[in-house]
């Protein structure tokens, strides 16, 4: 069975830093693109970041390029995301999503999503 | 960036009429889009991909159309279980982008 499980969130004041973990299990997790994807309190989705398999392509929404690191190691199974210089609307729940499924010669789209950890960015 | 028109904002249907949900992309995303469920205090849950394929495991009542810049997702008949929040993504361009939503709400 397909588990992704974050953890790592939690009350950080403005300016401050945090690192997010995604566990992975139940699958090849080296074979797989991952992303984080976040949820504002009553608000929508945004996407966040994603990573390809080996590390080689990575890429960051303009809301956190520079100040957000995603990363991977392929032997723990496990995705990060460091992030630094916090703000209060990097407040949300943050989601790991993988890119797991797709029509021939199409995009890849997340298929399973983790249950979410909370960062709260407030002084 | 795409941006993602969903509507309605709000829609009020009872259990076993027909939803109709739209989403409207700002520029041609060809078939390359998604849809999203989500419940209060889950993560989403992938319903449609590339426009008009189920995931697994989605019951057929689930449905997508579309191409270009306008997307259908349709539910046949409502299920107490289906009233919820749906998002709509695109993949064709970065950023990934994804809709506002439209809330699904039992009448």
């Known amino acids: 069975e397909v588990q992704l499980v974050e953890s790592g969130g939690g009350l950080v004041k403005p300016g401050g830093s945090l690192r997010l973990s995604c566990a992975a299990s139940?699958?090849?997790?080296?074979?797989?693109?991952m992303n984080w994807v976040r949820q504002a309190p009553g608000k929508g989705l945004e996407w966040v970041s994603s990573?390809?398999?080996?590390?080689?392509?990575?890429y960051y929404a303009d809301s956190v390029k520079g100040r957000f690191t995603i990363s991977r190691d392929n032997a723990k199974n496990s995705l990060y995301l460091q992030m630094n210089s916090l703000r209060a609307e990097d407040t949300a729940v943050y989601y790991c999503?993988?890119?797991?499924?797709?029509?021939?010669?199409?995009?890849?789209?997340?298929?399973?999503w983790g249950q979410g950890t909370l960062v709260t960015v407030s002084s | 960036e795409i941006v993602l028109t969903q509507s309605p904002a709000t829609l009020s249907l009872s259990p076993g009429e027909r939803a109709t949900l739209s989403c409207r992309a700002s520029?041609?995303?060809?078939?390359?889009l998604a849809w999203y469920q989500q419940k209060p205090g889950q993560a989403p849950r992938l319903l449609i991909y590339?426009?008009?394929n189920r995931a697994t495991g989605i019951p057929a009542r689930f449905s997508g159309s579309g191409s270009g810049t306008d997307f259908t997702l349709t539910i046949s008949s409502l299920e107490p279980e289906d009233f919820a929040v749906y998002y709509c993504?695109?993949?064709?361009?970065?950023?990934?982008?994804f809709g506002q939503g439209t809330k699904l709400e039992i009448k």
């Open positions: 139940g699958f090849t997790f080296s074979s797989y693109s």
């Open positions: 993504q695109q993949r064709s361009n970065r950023p990934d982008t």
């Open positions: 520029q041609s995303v060809s078939s390359y």
């Open positions: 990573i390809s398999s080996s590390s080689s392509y990575i």
């Open positions: 590339d426009a008009s």
């Open positions: 999503a993988r890119e797991g499924v797709r029509f021939s010669g199409s995009p890849y789209y997340f298929d399973y």
